[in-house]
């Protein structure tokens, strides 16, 4: 046997107590299109849907209307008025040829007052319509923030994409002008190098980021001084082009960590990265070690100017640029999240007359 409904016990309570108090109401017949009442009429009463379909919107006549529900056989509108007596927040209108029934508001609140089943179960009724309504309202929010974001990635993108692209063009033409010198050739061939490798970190990141996690992640033990060694060797001549000298201030320890190099190089990567955006006249990198019982900590800390307090709880936020003319703005949210695919955590402070400090915690590898 098919479940009854709150809507339809509702209606059958409703049925049976306007026979016996008021001996029926009259049905009302509406073309399809028409408008069965205004945001803002007089709340006089509730309907009842005996045929058709009814939508309830809201919106001013001259601009696009928001279907907020559509009422089917059996379903009731309007009963906002039975309950507050207040002006209609919404309008009706008949989304087919539909057959109504209209209960004035008095006979209503009479028929209520000899059955106090009939106000429980418009009550149930009504508040499982507000649950339907809620969650309609809260998958609208969210697809419309989705929206956004992608607008902002988009956005962001394709104006980070836009300068490489110039200066390569620029570079392009310089490098193939028949009078051009050679000096002049070799300088235009490394600004090509260089921004090749800019766009090809950008676009890394923009598919690190579409993946919403950071990439395979195998972990493995490695000699934490180990992967030093590789970090400096890989990273060191790109943070070089760009005038920034790592330095290690503290002996990297030879304790294993469970690693998954190409991705922990990633990470530090992004931040050594990041730190030489805000230090376009070059700087220094320094790199710090330390160890507990069952912890590494690395702290990274540059020659720049710190981080203002405004921004830093923002840090980690993806396209937070803070005002830097290059990136993506996602670099530190995705060093984050392989930091933490790492089952390691990361966070950033700054010390007045110091540059910006990211410390990562790593965890040992347990012995056995």
């Known amino acids: 046997m098919a479940a009854v409904s709150p809507a339809e ?28 009442f205004q945001e803002g009429d007089a709340g006089d009463g509730m309907y009842v849907v005996d045929g058709g379909r009814v939508d309830i919107v809201i919106g001013a006549k001259d601009a696009e209307q928001r279907v907020l529900s559509r009422i089917g ?14 002006p209609r927040s919404a ?15 008095d006979d209503v609140h009479r028929v209520f007052s000899q059955s106090p089943d009939l106000m429980f179960a418009l009550m149930r009724d009504f508040s499982n319509r507000m649950r339907e309504s809620n969650a309609r309202h809260v998958e609208e929010l969210l697809e419309a923030g989705r929206l956004s974001l992608v607008g902002r990635f988009a956005q962001s993108v394709v104006h980070d994409l836009k300068n490489p692209l110039n200066i390569i063009s620029v570079a392009t033409d310089l490098a193939g002008a028949d009078d051009t010198p050679g000096e002049t050739r070799t300088m235009a061939a490394g600004m090509i190098r260089r921004e090749v490798k800019r766009l090809t970190t950008m676009v890394n990141e923009v598919l690190d980021f579409t993946r919403q996690t950071p990439g395979t992640v195998v972990l493995a033990p490695m000699a934490f001084r180990d992967f030093v060694r590789v970090l400096l060797d890989e990273v060191g001549p790109l943070a070089g ?17 469970n690693i998954d190099e190409r991705r922990l190089v990633q990470a530090f990567y992004n931040l050594i990265n990041n730190a030489a955006d805000f230090m376009p006249d070059g700087g220094t990198v320094t790199l710090r070690f330390s160890l507990s019982d069952d912890e590494l900590q690395v702290e990274v800390e540059d020659s720049g100017t710190g981080i203002a307090p405004e921004i830093a709880e923002r840090l980690f936020q993806p396209f937070a640029t803070f005002g830097k003319r290059t ?34 915690v790593l965890p040992l590898v347990k012995s056995l």
């Open 9 to 36: 016990s509702f209606i059958a309570l409703l049925d049976a107590e306007l026979r016996k108090n008021l001996g029926g109401v009259k049905a009302l017949r509406v073309p399809a299109g028409e408008i069965i």
């Open 73 to 86: 056989r059996g379903g009731i509108f309007g009963e906002m008025a039975i309950i507050d007596g207040k």
């Open 91 to 105: 309008s009706a209108r008949a989304d087919a040829d539909s057959v109504l029934r209209f209960l004035p508001i």
């Open 241 to 257: 082009d760009r005038g920034v000298k790592i330095v290690c201030e503290t002996r990297p320890p030879g304790v294993p960590v």
């Open 327 to 360: 990136g993506t703005g996602l670099g530190l949210s995705i060093c984050k999240r392989i930091i933490e695919a790492h089952k390691g955590r990361i966070r950033a402070r700054s010390e007045p007359g110091r540059g910006a400090i990211f410390v990562i």
